[in-house]
Structure formats: C-alpha cells, structure tokens
C-alpha cells in the first residue's frame, strides 16, 4: 500500500486569517522533497478555498478520501516524525467503511 500524504495550498490558517497567519517552517516545494526523503509515495495538495471550508468533516472523508483517492485507512491527528521512527503521538486508525 503507497503511503500518501494529504496536504493543503493555502493552509487553512493562511485562507482564515490571511496576513495575519503564522509564518511557514517550510515552503511547498521543501515539504515535498522532505516527504519524498521519508518514502512517501504520493502527496496530494488540496486546494484550500471556500467550497472546502463548507464540506462537513464526513463530506471530506467521504467525497475525497475514500470514493476519491480510494484510501482503505488513514491516519487522523499530529504525527510527528523523528530519524528513528515514527511515531503516532496524537491519532486513530479509520479503517473504511464497508
């Protein structure tokens, strides 16, 4: 199974609070050339506009998660990687529903 990272372009807090938003740690193309460092197979860079802001967290899942990129579980939380491991400090397996 690819590993695949879901991540937004403008981050929520920049599309909420504009300016006023807290720096980035990193760019977009930096994170993908560390995510690719990590083995991660595929990432994908959702939009982050007003028709997202409206879906339900469910509608998410639903629409984009599961009939659109066909994910059988996910993670949900922080996960914070370190040289040694990963390591789930904050989330919950989804296995899909059937």
Not at 26 to 46: I, Q, S
């Given at each position: 199974?690819?590993?695949v990272?879901?991540?937004?372009?403008?981050?929520?807090?920049?599309f909420?609070?504009?300016?006023?938003?807290?720096?980035r740690l990193?760019?977009l193309r930096?994170k993908l050339e560390a995510l690719?460092?990590?083995?991660?197979?595929?990432?994908v860079?959702?939009?982050?506009?007003r028709?997202?802001q409206?879906?339900?967290?469910?509608?998410?899942?639903?629409?984009?998660?599961v009939r659109?990129?066909?994910?059988p579980?996910?993670?949900?939380?922080?996960i914070?990687?370190?040289?040694?491991?990963?390591?789930?400090?904050?989330?919950?397996?989804?296995p899909?529903?059937?």
């Amino acid at each position: 199974m690819p590993a695949v990272v879901v991540t937004f372009e403008p981050t929520p807090r920049e599309f909420f609070e504009g300016p006023a938003a807290p720096s980035r740690l990193t760019r977009l193309r930096e994170k993908l050339e560390a995510l690719a460092l990590y083995g991660v197979d595929r990432v994908v860079v959702l939009r982050f506009d007003r028709r997202m802001q409206g879906m339900s967290a469910d509608e998410f899942v639903d629409r984009l998660l599961v009939r659109g990129l066909g994910v059988p579980t996910w993670w949900w939380g922080t996960i914070s990687i370190s040289p040694a491991a990963a390591k789930a400090t904050s989330g919950r397996c989804v296995p899909r529903a059937q």
